[in-house]
DNA sequence: TTCATTAAAATTGTCAACACTTTGGCAATG
DNA sequence: CATTGCCAAAGTGTTGACAATTTTAATGAA
């Protein structure tokens, strides 16, 4: 299992339409019969650790390859992954990353002030000690992580940051809906931004959210929460041209690290 | 087309698996080729009509023969209706319209509430003369059929009333998240209120929105938008039995109007 | 009756094979 | 040299047949 995943092949093979090679490896190796879910998973997650790149073509043999699986399969999922706007589907011509404008970009982040700004505020109506507590040990965690220079780490312990606070909240629309715009923040960021160090969140921006919530200062948590989302959005204009990214080496690589 | 449609025949031939007679009828007659998008704006047209019932059994064959199509399209439309949570789907059993919990309806409603909010606000800041004079004329039509007596028709005008405010505010994700909750009320009110004609939408808080936007008055309008939702969500507590509905004579009603 | 047990029927899930559409290159044409 | 038409290759879309699972019905024992 870790055989397939860590031999390698070069791009080059995927795109010229060599399988063969790739194939054998596989049949042979594949212990880990990835399911539907499973599969979906790992695309997302390429996307949130921004590694897959907006407008990459994600073609369904090539997929069902890598991960070992049947092409209905990789079927659903793109389906899927379409529904939740990650990919964007044309009828006859297939699926790619999707490449969000700048104009969704802004709409996103609007939202997600939006939706943000609710939680904080039923959270703060709501929250105990021990959830506080909760809270204090993930920034722990997520200060550790910056200033060990682990960056990947940093980028989804932050992440988890804004899950972890509409999960506490207990509207599970609300929660949806985050979880739904925090997976298409990146291909925003990736297309209009750049992947710089700066555009993420900053911890000590987060420190300052919990301080408010536990005085239960509904106000200053959606003012700094506000400010926080906004140090993001305000950059968004330019969009670079956009690489096609080498597949094989992206999902391969998260492949290497899952169980 | 309309001869399928029209023609009778029992649910009790529908529940005790004889569909021998219905496919002869829909094989011979059927001239329209329902597409997918067709299909599934049909189902959910009828949950938005609230003929569709909470807890419904959806067999894929079923559907497959009365609208005409394979399986496999029916099979895409449930995961499709299944991600927007008007149906659920179990592994191995089928797809039931969804029946969802006081929680979530309650959930659903404070989401809405949010969502009206911010598209009021950001409507307001930006709505010229041409849009308010359109929201007038949509309001001087809802009127018309409530003091006409065509339940039916208000109900659906009221429901576009909501929708267009969402498209005049512009945020495309705002829109869509406000759809996907409308979507979701009937099954909410249907499970948890009873389709008592009290549990809608009235008119002359629509109007008085209206008002309120007219004036640039942010505040008033939120406000007036916040009751008018209340007055729903104020309701949802107890949860009488199921009735499990004729899909046929549903479905059958809503294809004999469409063209 | 009530509860297991089992067989049959109904329903959902999967897949390989085929059909259809798009893409890209090459040659002929103007 | 640009344009058009054509063909093969690469992709995507669909389907019928079969596999797997759940539901229903029937049977028999306590």
Known sequence: MLTILN???TA???QAGDHSNVSAQIDTTAKTPFNEDEVLRRIEQAVLDHRLAPGTKLKEVQLANLFGVKRGLIRK???RLAHSRLVEQTPNRGATVASPSVKEGRDLFATRRVIEAAILETLIAKIDAQDLQL???MLQRER???QQGD???ALALSVDFHRQLARMAGNSVLETYLNDIIRR???VILAHLGDDEQNRCRNQEHETIVDAIAQRDVKTAVAVMHQHLMQIESKIQHKPEQQQTDL???LRLEAVEGT
Chains 1, 2 share one sequence.
Do not use: E, K
């Open 7 to 9: 031999s390698c092949y």
């Open 12 to 14: 080059a093979q995927y």
């Open 77 to 79: 999922v793109l389906t």
């Open 135 to 137: 809270l204090a040990d």
């Open 144 to 146: 550790q992580a910056y």
């Open 151 to 153: 960056t990947a780490h």
């Open 185 to 187: 923040t990146p291909l």
């Open 248 to 250: 094989a080496n992206l």
